[in-house]
C-alpha cells in the first residue's frame, strides 16, 4: 500500500511538472503573438531569462487558480448566476495581471483586454492537458470528477452497495421526437441502450438492449411546472396551467416564478403528506422544485428563501466555477452559443422560414445560459453526487425545450442540441462506472411540443384580443382591422341587439373588471379578477353575451371549459355545441381530435380550486399534429394536442417494467407511483411500497412522519 501511494504522488507530481511545462510553453508563444503581451524588458533580454519569466507567471497563475479562484467565486455566489458566468474572463485576466505583477523577475505585462484572452487560453490548455495524461488513470479521473461536485460530504459513511438511482430529465423532449433523434442517429448512447447502437456489443457483436421505451401521457396541463411537481411530489392537484390568477389570494401563480414554485411545493407536501421522492439521501439538481431532496442546487423552490445554510441553490454553481479552466471552457462555450444563436436567428430571418418568431433581446443569453451554463452545472453536480454514492439523484436538463420553443422541435437548431445532451448521457453512464455502487440510470421528459405558428401571427391578433373584443371592451389598434376582430365586434352587436357599435371611446370599463386573460402555449385562461368564485357559464352570459359565442366559433379555437350551473361543466365547442361533462365520452364533440384521455384530463382539471372561469384550448391540426401558440412560440406545450401530451421514460432492464403489457401510463402522479417502486426495487431506505394512495400498509405516509416535519425537511 505505501508503495502504491508514493507512485501515486509521484505520478501526480510528473502531471504537475508536465501541465506547469505545456503553460509555460502556452505563455512563450503567446507573448510572440500578441503586441500587447511581454515577457522582456523594453531593452530586450536572453531566451533562458525570457523562458524562466515564462515559467514563474505560469507557476503563479496556477497556483492563484487554485488557491484564490475558489475564494472569489464564493464571494460571488451572491451575484446572479448568468452575470457570474460573464465575469469569469473578467477574474481569470485579473488573476494573469496579478501572477505578473508579484513574477519574481519582475518582466512580463500585459494589457487588461490581452490578459483575459491569455488567461483564457492557459487555462483552456492546463485543462486539456491534465485530462489528456489523467485519461488512463482511473484514481485520478475520480479525484478530478470529485472536485466538480456540489458539495462534498463533511463525514464518508460507509457506501452501501445497493445500486442507486439517477434520474435525467431531458425537458421538453417528446416520445416522437426521442424515437426519431435515435433512429437518424443523433444520439447514439440512447440507441445504445435501446439495442439499436454499437455501444455494448455481445461476444457475436449483435448489441442487446439495456433499456426500455415507455411513452406515458400528462395531465391537461402539459408542462414542467404540473409535471415535475407531480413526478417529485406526487402531486398534479390544483395546478391548471403554467400561470393562472387565483381570486382568494388576489395573484397571479407562475409556475417558474421562485415565490410560487414555492407555494406550490408547499402545497403537494401538504395534499400528499408526503415530503417527496428524494427526502433519504437524495440530490435535487437544476430543477424547479427539490423533491424533499438533502442536497439541492439550483433549486428554484429555495430560491426566494432568506439565503442561509440550509439555502444551498446556487452550491452547485461554487462547485462548478471554483475550477478556473472549467469555468473558461462554459464562458467559452457560452459565447459560441451567443454567435450560434445570432447567426442562426439571422439565417432563418433571411430565408424566411415559416412560422418564425423573433429571437432577439436578450433571447441569445437566455439560450447560451440554458444550453450551456445551466447544462455545464448540473451534470457536474450530478456526477459529484454519483461518486458520492447518494441513493436518489433527480435533475433536469433544460437545453431541448429553450431552443425548441424558438427555432422549433425537429428543427436543426433543436437536433444539434440533442446531440450534446447525448454526450451528457454518454459521460453519467461513464462516470458511473466509476461510482463507489452501481447505479440504474433512467432518463425520462416531463412533456412534449407541438408545432405549429403562433395564434398572433396566424389571425393578426392576440387572445387577450380576441376576448377584449367579445366583451365589448377597447382593442389595440393593431387587431381592430382583422377579420377576427371584425367578427368579434360583430358578435357582440348582434347580442347586445346594437345596429351601429357605439365608439370604443366612449365605454368605460370599470376598473377591476377587466378580465385578466394568461397563456401557457396552447392553452388560454381567462379570469374575471372582480368576481370572487368561478363564474359560470350562465353568469358570463348575462355579461358578456357575445364572449363564449365569439371565442368557441373562432378557428383558431379548439374548445372551452366553462363551469355551468345546471351540469356542473361543459365543454363548448364551434356551432353551439355545448357538451357536459358527464357526457364527453358518448359523445364525440369538440374533443374528438384530441384523442383517448382528453375527457379525463378535462374533467379533472374542472375539479381544481383555482380553474379560471374560462379555459381555453387552441385549436389542433391532427393531420401533422401542429396547434396555435397562445404565446410567441412555434414549439409550444401546456394543454392539449399533438406530442406535446405524450413525454416517454427510458428505464433499465434491470427494473419491472413501468405498466403491464398493454396498459397506458398516465399521469405525473402515476410516474412518481413507478419511481417509488423502483427505489423500492433497489431496497432504497425511503420507499415502502403503496398502494396507490400514498400510504403503506400500516396506514402512515411514506416517510413516517406527518405533514408539518415533512413541509419543514423540505
Not at 328 to 346: K, M, P
Not at 529 to 534: A, G, L, S
Request: charged share 25%; glycine share 10%; hydrophobic share 40%.
Amino acid at each position: 500500500m505505501r508503495g502504491v501511494r508514493w507512485r501515486r504522488i509521484a505520478s501526480q507530481i510528473g502531471r504537475s511538472t508536465a501541465v506547469w511545462a505545456v503553460s509555460t510553453l502556452t505563455m512563450l508563444v503567446l507573448a510572440a503573438l500578441l503586441p500587447d503581451f511581454r515577457l522582456q524588458s523594453a531593452d530586450g533580454d536572453s531566451a533562458t531569462r525570457i523562458a524562466v519569466t515564462a515559467a514563474c507567471g505560469a507557476g503563479a497563475f496556477g497556483v492563484l487558480s487554485a488557491v484564490v479562484w475558489p475564494l472569489l467565486v464564493r464571494l460571488l455566489l451572491l451575484v446572479p448566476a448568468l452575470v457570474l458566468g460573464l465575469l469569469v474572463f473578467f477574474l481569470n485576466g485579473s488573476l494573469l495581471l496579478l501572477a505578473l505583477r508579484i513574477n519574481p523577475s519582475g518582466r512580463g505585462e500585459a494589457a487588461p483586454e490581452t490578459a483575459v484572452i491569455v488567461a483564457a487560453v492557459m487555462s483552456a490548455v492546463a485543462s486539456a492537458t491534465g485530462a489528456a495524461l489523467a485519461v488512463r488513470d482511473d484514481e485520478t479521473y475520480r479525484r478530478r470528477l470529485h472536485r466538480l461536485a456540489a458539495r462534498r460530504r463533511r463525514s464518508d459513511p460507509p457506501c452501501p452497495t445497493t445500486p442507486g438511482l439517477l434520474l435525467v430529465q431531458l425537458d421538453g423532449v417528446g416520445h416522437d421526437v426521442l424515437e426519431d433523434a435515435v433512429r437518424k442517429g443523433v444520439m447514439p448512447t440512447v440507441a445504445g441502450w435501446l439495442g439499436l447502437g454499437g455501444l455494448r456489443p455481445t461476444g457475436d457483436d449483435v448489441p442487446r438492449p439495456t433499456h426500455r421505451l415507455t411513452p406515458w401521457r400528462t395531465d391537461w396541463s402539459s408542462q414542467t411546472g404540473a409535471s415535475q411537481l407531480g413526478i417529485l411530489h406526487g402531486s398534479t392537484f390544483d395546478v391548471p396551467a403554467f400561470r393562472w390568477y387565483e381570486k382568494d389570494r388576489g395573484e397571479v401563480m407562475v409556475c417558474n416564478r421562485p415565490t410560487s414554485a414555492a407555494e406550490l411545493q408547499r402545497r403537494a407536501i401538504r395534499h400528499t403528506r408526503d415530503g417527496g421522492l428524494l427526502t433519504v439521501d437524495g440530490a435535487s439538481r437544476g430543477n424547479l422544485f427539490s423533491g424533499g431532496a438533502g442536497e439541492q442546487a439550483l433549486v428554484l423552490s429555495i430560491a426566494a428563501r432568506r439565503r442561509g445554510r440550509e439555502n444551498r441553490s446556487r452550491a452547485g454553481y461554487f462547485a462548478y466555477f471554483s475550477d478556473p479552466a472549467g469555468a473558461v471552457r462554459t464562458a467559452l462555450s457560452f459565447v459560441a452559443e451567443v454567435v450560434r444563436e445570432i447567426g442562426q436567428s439571422t439565417r432563418a430571418w433571411i430565408r424566411r422560414q415559416r412560422p418564425r418568431v423573433s429571437r432577439g433581446g436578450l433571447y441569445p443569453l437566455v439560450r447560451a445560459f440554458a444550453t450551456v451554463v445551466e447544462r455545464d452545472v448540473v451534470v457536474a453536480a450530478v456526477m459529484g453526487d454519483m461518486l458520492a454514492g447518494r441513493t436518489a439523484v433527480y435533475a433536469d436538463l433544460v437545453a431541448y425545450d429553450e431552443v425548441a420553443h424558438h427555432s422549433g422541435p425537429r428543427s436543426r437548431d433543436a437536433e444539434k442540441v440533442l446531440q450534446r445532451l447525448d454526450r451528457a448521457l454518454a459521460l453519467l453512464q461513464r462516470v458511473a462506472e466509476h461510482a463507489p455502487r452501481p447505479y440504474r440510470i433512467v432518463v425520462l421528459s416531463d412533456h412534449g411540443q407541438s408545432p405549429g405558428e403562433t395564434f398572433r401571427s396566424r389571425y393578426g391578433l392576440t387572445l387577450g384580443d380576441l376576448v377584449r373584443a367579445g366583451c365589448g371592451l377597447p382593442v389595440p389598434r393593431r387587431a381592430e382591422g382583422t377579420h377576427s376582430g371584425a367578427e368579434a365586434r360583430a358578435a357582440v352587436r348582434a347580442a347586445l341587439r346594437r345596429p351601429v357599435e357605439e365608439k370604443e371611446g366612449q365605454r368605460r370599463p370599470v376598473r377591476g373588471s377587466e378580465p385578466i386573460v394568461l397563456a401557457s402555449g396552447n392553452l388560454g385562461l381567462v379570469s374575471f379578477p372582480d368576481v370572487p368564485h368561478r363564474m359560470t357559464k350562465e353568469e358570463i352570459d348575462a355579461r358578456h353575451p357575445a364572449l363564449l359565442t365569439t371565442l368557441a366559433n373562432h378557428p383558431g379555437i379548439g374548445f372551452l371549459l366553462v363551469r355551468s350551473t345546471e351540469h356542473d361543466g361543459v365543454v363548448l365547442g364551434a356551432h353551439g355545441a355545448e357538451i357536459p361533462l358527464a357526457e364527453l365520452d358518448d359523445q364525440p364533440g369538440p374533443l374528438a381530435r384530441f384523442g383517448p384521455g382528453a375527457a379525463d384530463a378535462v374533467r379533472r382539471t374542472h375539479s381544481f380550486p383555482h380553474t379560471a372561469d374560462i379555459m381555453v384550448n387552441s385549436a389542433l391540426d391532427p393531420a401533422d399534429g401542429e396547434v396555435l401558440a397562445f404565446e410567441e412560440q412555434i414549439g409550444s406545450h401546456g394543454g392539449l394536442g399533438g406530442a406535446q401530451s405524450h413525454p416517454f421514460l427510458l428505464s433499465p432492464l434491470e427494473l419491472s417494467a413501468p405498466v403491464d403489457g398493454g396498459e397506458e401510463l398516465t399521469g405525473a402522479e402515476r410516474v412518481h407511483q413507478v419511481l417509488r417502486r423502483w427505489l423500492g426495487e433497489l431496497d432504497g431506505p425511503q420507499v415502502p411500497l403503496t398502494d396507490g394512495t400514498g400510504t403503506d400498509s400500516t396506514g402512515t405516509d411514506d416517510t413516517g412522519v406527518d405533514g408539518t416535519q415533512d413541509e419543514r425537511a423540505a
